[in-house]
């Protein structure tokens, strides 16, 4: 079965999770600014999720992680919970 370790961070509006991502690609930090911003408990670990098969997160999060390169900033992605940037940084098949 696939398993992937991934790191998010979760904020409550798409112009929010856009500006973090363009942050991001200007070199900021990825675990710092989880840290910062991450509504969600992991923010305060750099986001990390840790490692889950497919089916343990909300659909969204599942066919981004399953699907995107590895090391590369996807988002935002809009769940029930707000806006996500997800980081795929491991995944075996």
């Given at each position: 079965?696939?398993?992937?370790t991934?790191?998010?961070?979760?904020v409550?509006?798409?112009?929010?999770?856009?500006?973090?991502?363009?942050?991001?690609?200007?070199?900021?930090?990825?675990?710092?600014?989880?840290?910062?911003?991450?509504?969600?408990?992991?923010?305060?670990?750099?986001?990390?999720?840790?490692?889950?098969?497919?089916?343990?997160?909300?659909?969204?999060?599942?066919?981004?992680?399953?699907?995107?390169?590895?090391?590369?900033?996807?988002?935002?992605?809009?769940?029930?919970?707000?806006?996500?940037?997800?980081?795929?940084?491991?995944?075996?098949?």
């Amino acid at each position: 079965m696939s398993k992937a370790t991934a790191r998010h961070i979760l904020v409550d509006t798409e112009e929010q999770c856009q500006s973090i991502k363009d942050e991001i690609a200007g070199g900021a930090d990825f675990a710092d600014l989880a840290k910062q911003h991450s509504s969600c408990p992991a923010g305060q670990k750099g986001g990390d999720l840790g490692e889950f098969g497919p089916g343990m997160m909300v659909k969204e999060v599942d066919e981004v992680v399953f699907s995107a390169d590895i090391n590369s900033v996807q988002g935002p992605v809009k769940t029930q919970f707000g806006y996500h940037l997800l980081e795929v940084t491991a995944r075996s098949d």
